[in-house]
């Protein structure tokens, strides 16, 4: 299985914004959602935001809610993540996943492990 590839990782100020990108394999009709998850510099990998394949379920982690917003175009099997406002915080490595639908449910999808295929992470860094 092929795995998706992020791109759109960079340097950017604090204040400002940038947009991540993940392709995921093209007609994977077994892929219900596409999530997003960070991991800084000395912490553990964590939640970011989550959508589904339809568009009808989408999560975010407190951190970035109201910054941070999720969208994919299924059509260029496409997930996007447009990061504003930010922060010195969010300075991290930046993975985007797919994963099948989970029998525990949409609000499952906050978790690493509803995944079963990850991309290799881009590189995000927030200076001031």
């Known amino acids: 299985q092929v795995q998706p590839v992020e791109s759109g990782g960079g340097l950017v100020q604090a204040g400002g914004s940038l947009r991540l990108s993940c392709k995921f394999p093209?007609?994977?009709?077994?892929?219900?959602?596409m999530g997003w998850f960070r991991q800084a510099a000395g912490k553990e990998r964590e939640f970011v935001a989550t959508?589904?394949?339809?568009?009808?379920?989408?999560h975010y982690s407190d951190s970035v809610k109201g910054r941070f917003t999720i969208s994919r175009d299924n059509d260029r099997s496409t997930v996007y993540l447009q990061m504003g406002s930010l922060k010195s915080e969010d300075t991290a490595v930046y993975y985007c996943a797919t994963g099948p639908l989970n029998f525990r449910g949409d609000s499952y999808y906050v978790n690493a492990d509803a995944y079963t295929s990850w991309g290799q992470g881009t590189q995000v860094t927030v200076s001031s």
């Open positions: 959508i589904s394949r339809n568009g009808g379920m989408i």
């Open positions: 093209e007609r994977t009709f077994s892929i219900y959602a």
